[in-house]
């Protein structure tokens, strides 16, 4: 019995979360008939908030999300960063009209879940066959199809995607590498503003407010329209630099922020402490295209979070993919050549500019000092940091000239 | 028989260096009669170039001393800053005619046994009594004087002053502190132009250059208005690291810099190799005086060099007491009352500032990372780090308002 289906779809993303669901948006606005298969009972995103830059929001404009984004996420005014020691500003980010009108679009937060279900409400809408309880073993390759196997039935397509993250089973063909510990643990919690102890005062609810401190740092920003508060605590785990197996746990998350301003620590106390997330990325890799089987999201490139990039990212991927293979028939092999070529290059330079701001974060001593002299010294309309990034087209032509968009840890 | 001398001077200075005789110009000056005691054969500096900022040109310019210092020294267009491993500049400080406005006075590079001639003929115009091969053993301070004690015959004055540089003897009733050596080694080289090695096209003759390395330095800068170029291969002993006592020998000098760039390395060819200085300094103590005894210049405060400042504070100490000491019979107690409280607050800024420096100097990894954007990002018109201390007066009054001397080290 064959049970191969074959006329389903010229897509099959593997991997419903907000990287697979981008895809489906991107491909059917380009034309093409797709299916998502989830390994999970349902389609959902589990976590707390995410923040999309410019890079990643002018897409979904494109896309028609970006009001629907903005509507139920925040717009902050800045992004600021302090030091988690003496809890003082050290720059902060404009990110109003005049950001705007740089990037050409706006810089939103929002919860996980809610640009999830935005994304599975635009997939529904455009028709996509999406499937759960769907667990694909393999991907098998052909010249000119590829296979997603499951142990019921296989869907055979002209592409097939892996979109399934972090921990990628579908990667090995293209990499035995393993995921890297970072040894850091993040606390998350995304709480109604009624529940928080932090005193009002305290609160930025127009801001992404981030907290640099040795070893350790703490994010908040405001969620839902300002009515939930969402933090991020990291700390570089003692345990785990011991070697320790059981690293992280909640009893070491108030040690790590001992020395750390009395603002800060006061947000650790509505963190969610029942659960805690191990920090992993990967090294950038070359390949991520195999005939008619490619690497898309985290399953191509995680980083790590410094960089607030990981969903941009994956947008970016579904976007650029859909550029190249526009319109019915389009010639597969030169698309996902030329997807292959801009992002891996663009995604390389992220998880490593990421890595690079984790150590500029964490850092201590001499280089804090340095670190929050440049920082001091920053001119607010100084751009120079993050133009390469939020002035990323999907497509090869960057938006700013090289020249503008320096990037400091070439510098390393 | 009573040996001791009594009506010979008003102040004995133990200490015929460049800190003894400023302190000898400073004081006949004011009015008083002095005498210094040096216990070498006879007067003389041993060394290479040293580097006077504007806090002491402008004390040498009221001592009527510049023009001659400017005549047998240079006058730099610029002091730059380098990558060692790159080559690349990362700042200058332009010191002409701008900076010579903004400090009242000139930068000047100089021979150091230039400047202890010109002090030591000012000395004997002035009619100072110079005494040679006179080893002082004690200072017996008395409650209107002092009494220098030698083994042949002992000096009484209204004041003695301890001139006995970094191993100073006579600082030690004030602190059984030790010199505090740094694990870094420093080579020199003042060698005519000729016997030059390095391509010309290479040599900075307008300019002082420091190259900052991982855990080495490099400075260059020509002398005697351009017939000898003068340079300071400064690195940390890997030997001193290990706990040998026999560290910092030229064995090690070309190792330190093996991974800088070439320019760095041409340079080493034309150092003294038959010598080294290990770096040593004291922590500040706030000490200096005791009844009609006090401390100045190194032997008050050794610092390390790389502010440059070492001689220039010596000056700086001399100005202030003899500030303090104008006019016939000055009431003394009050004079080193303020000498004391004034320049022990001022040089440990110094002292502190130099180790940071040095940190910055020889930093590596991410902390370089961050020191060459901090340092790339500067305004060539950018005063703020220079400011605190070329601004110094000797007397209490800054010359600039202490919000512009901002102190980058107290940030650490």
């Known amino acids: 019995v064959d049970r191969t289906c074959t006329s389903a779809a010229e897509v099959v993303i593997v991997g419903g979360g907000i990287g697979g669901l981008a895809n489906a948006v991107a491909l059917t606005r380009a034309g093409h008939r797709v299916t998502v298969l989830e390994q999970a009972a349902q389609f959902g995103e589990v976590g707390a908030g995410l923040q999309l830059a410019p890079n990643a929001t002018r897409i979904l404009a494109r896309w028609g999300l970006l009001d629907e984004v903005i509507a139920r996420g925040v717009l902050p005014s800045r992004l600021v960063f302090r030091d988690a020691i003496d809890g003082t500003e050290l720059t902060h980010l404009d990110l109003g009209a ?67 993250g972090l921990w990628s089973q579908l990667r090995r063909p293209f990499s035995d590498d ?4 970072s040894g ?110 490619a690497l898309t999201g985290d399953a191509a490139h995680p980083m790590l979070q410094y960089l607030a990039q990981g969903a941009c990212q994956a947008i970016a991927d579904a976007a650029n993919l859909a550029g190249h293979a526009a319109g019915a028939e389009p010639n597969w092999e030169a698309a996902l050549a030329g997807y292959q ?44 940091y993050v133009d390469w990034l939020y002035a990323q087209s999907p497509s090869p032509a960057p938006v700013v000239p090289r020249s503008v968009a320096r990037d400091p840890e070439k510098e390393a």
């Open 341 to 384: 070529a801009e992002r891996t290059a663009v995604t390389a330079r992220v998880q490593r500019s990421a890595r690079f701001w984790g150590e500029t974060w964490h850092c201590d001593g001499l280089a804090r000092t340095l670190r929050n002299a440049l920082f001091r010294d920053r001119e607010i309309t100084d751009y120079r």
């Open 178 to 181: 393993k995921a890297v510990c």
């Open 98 to 164: 005049d950001f705007r009108a740089r990037y050409g679009a706006p810089y939103v937060v929002i919860h996980r879940s809610d640009l999830h279900q935005i994304l599975y409400a635009a997939c529904q809408r455009a028709g996509v066959d999406l499937r759960t309880n769907a667990t694909v073993t393999r991907i098998d390759g052909g010249e000119h199809s590829a296979t997603a196997v499951l142990p019921e039935r296989s869907h055979e397509a002209a592409v097939v995607l892996a979109a399934d």
């Open 184 to 293: 850091f643990a993040a606390y998350r919690g995304a709480v109604p503003i009624a529940e928080l102890t932090i005193p009002r005062e305290d609160l930025a609810m127009q801001d992404v407010v981030v907290y640099f401190g040795p070893g350790c740092h703490l994010v908040q920003y405001p969620l839902r329209g300002g009515e939930m508060f969402n933090q991020v605590a990291v700390f570089r785990s003692a345990a785990y630099s011991r070697g320790e197996a059981d690293w992280g746990g909640p009893e070491e998350l108030d040690g790590a922020f001992a020395q750390c301003h009395p603002k800060v620590r006061a947000a650790l106390a509505t963190l969610w402490r029942d659960r805690h997330w191990p920090m992993f990325d990967r090294l950038p890799i070359e390949h991520w295209v195999d005939g008619r089987v």
